[in-house]
């Protein structure tokens, strides 16, 4: 069974920054894609960001060039840096794993609030 502990979130003022973090259990992480979702109160849930296994990334045009993900395979965790945040990005962020096999894991989620 694959755990997903993320964290990092927090509150931040429009304009900054933060770095969320997600750290999977078991041996599958390196031949996964990872990915950072956002679910906002009211509304779906959206891919933010993607990794595929070989370092392939694509974002949601809402956070092209201002978020970046990366992963460390050693450390089985993937990243999510998020730069001139604003009130559009709060939300609860959820990290995903999808396993080769087609299987897929969701951690619990961490808010993210922006405000001033």
């Known amino acids: 069974q694959v755990q997903l502990v993320e964290s990092g979130g927090g509150l931040v003022q429009p304009g900054g920054s933060l770095r969320l973090s997600c750290t999977a259990s078991?041996?599958?992480?390196?031949?996964?894609?990872m990915g950072w979702y956002r679910q906002a109160p009211g509304k779906q849930r959206d891919l933010v960001a993607r990794?595929?296994?070989?370092?392939?990334?694509n974002y949601a045009d809402s956070v092209k060039g201002r978020f970046t993900i990366s992963r460390d395979n050693a450390k089985s965790t993937v990243y999510l840096q998020m730069n001139s945040l604003k009130p559009e990005d709060m939300a609860v962020y959820y990290c995903?794993?999808?396993?080769?096999?087609?299987?897929?894991?969701w951690g619990q989620g961490t808010q993210v609030t922006v405000s001033s």
């Open positions: 995903n794993l999808d396993s080769a096999n087609g299987r897929g894991y």
């Open positions: 078991g041996s599958i992480f390196r031949r996964s894609a």
């Open positions: 990794i595929t296994s070989g370092g392939t990334t």
